[in-house]
């Protein structure tokens, strides 16, 4: 069998899928349509703009449908239609009714940015970053009524960077998960595709991450705070506040130093020095609320900053 004898629907909406659907495109799957999220308004003129995956599909003349909901009767039966034999899922955005897993005969395959079981879940690369790990990769699997609880198929890793952010690391898992599923696609037409159960004991949870999840602690060691820092960046952002001001915190490093947390110990153009917990923070680019993100030495000349001064919740300042 070969990928052109398989006809394929793929699920996907952001960025992230935009290689995974390339990769079946280049293998010369039979793509019969895409199905991603509806177009949203965007930017500061709410324009309404299409997402990446509806782009790709229409610049390849692959059928783009985008309902609103599914699961909804219609959604189902459009689907249906297409008679797929196989759907692969990356980052749609919508969970995948009992009856959508139930059309195609090759099953729902789905592409998920960690090694599972760790990270099941909405946000598994801004978690994986957060709790310090340094390794995570990307994991196919079939889909079940569960979330993120199906057989595995194939596994890639790699290796966290000690500085790397959330949004390199994105980067990185949407090429390696092409990789892998176009490896799950060759072993499906070979007929040497093996799938392996979870174990649940192992599993962890990575769910969507809000702003709030942005607060630091400056109690905390340098070493946690750097982790949250880069594990939200480029969204929802780590933060602090400023005489008052919510002040983004992006491109941090650990470096040595002590005081009370929170404390700016030193400010120069290299950036700021702040004690933590254990340890402290060099800052090297901030954001006020309605500006620009700006390295440090930008920041200082608009607004100097002197030692002593202390970063914490409004109330703190």
């Known amino acids: 069998m070969q990928p052109a004898d398989i006809r394929t629907v793929f699920m996907g909406t952001p960025d992230f899928a935009c290689p995974s659907l390339q990769g079946l495109i280049d ?31 229409e610049q390849a003349g692959i059928p783009v449908f985008q309902p609103e909901r599914l699961r909804r009767p219609e959604a189902v ?38 090694l599972l079981p760790k990270y099941r879940g909405a946000a ?36 966290i960077g000690p500085d790397e ?23 499906l037409c070979a007929g040497t595709l093996e799938r392996t159960p979870q174990n649940d004991d192992e599993s962890s949870y990575a ?34 506040w400023l005489d008052g001001q919510l002040l983004k915190i992006y491109g941090t490093r650990v470096v040595e130093g002590a005081g009370v947390p929170g404390t700016l110990i030193a400010a120069g153009t290299e950036g700021l020095t702040v004690a933590c917990g254990e340890g402290a923070l060099l800052i090297r680019e901030l954001q006020l609320a309605g500006k620009r993100r700006m390295p440090v030495a930008d920041f200082l000349r608009g607004q100097p900053l002197a030692p002593g001064l202390k970063l914490g919740q409004p109330e703190d300042a």
């Open 124 to 159: 598994p690369i801004n978690k994986a970053i957060v709790d310090g790990e340094t390794e995570t990769g990307v994991t196919t699997m079939y889909m079940d009524e569960g979330l993120d609880t199906g057989d595995m198929l194939v596994k890639m890793s790699l290796e």
């Open 27 to 57: 293998a010369g799957c039979n793509l019969v349509g895409v199905f991603t999220q509806p177009d949203r308004p965007s930017g500061r003129g709410r324009k309404l703009t299409p997402p990446p995956v509806k782009v790709l599909a």
């Open 207 to 240: 769910p969507m991450m809000k702003k709030e999840d942005g607060a630091i602690d400056w109690s905390l060691g340098a070493e946690r705070i750097h982790n949250l820092v880069r594990g939200l960046d480029p969204w929802p952002s780590a933060y602090s």
């Open 165 to 187: 952010t959330a949004g390199q690391l994105h980067d990185r898992l949407a090429l390696l998960g092409r990789q892998a599923m176009n490896e799950t696609l060759k072993r």
């Open 77 to 114: 039966e459009q689907l249906s239609q297409l008679a797929p034999d196989l759907v692969v899922v990356v980052a749609y955005g919508q969970i995948l009714p009992k009856p959508v897993l139930d059309i195609p005969r090759f099953g729902c395959i789905n592409v998920h940015a960690s």
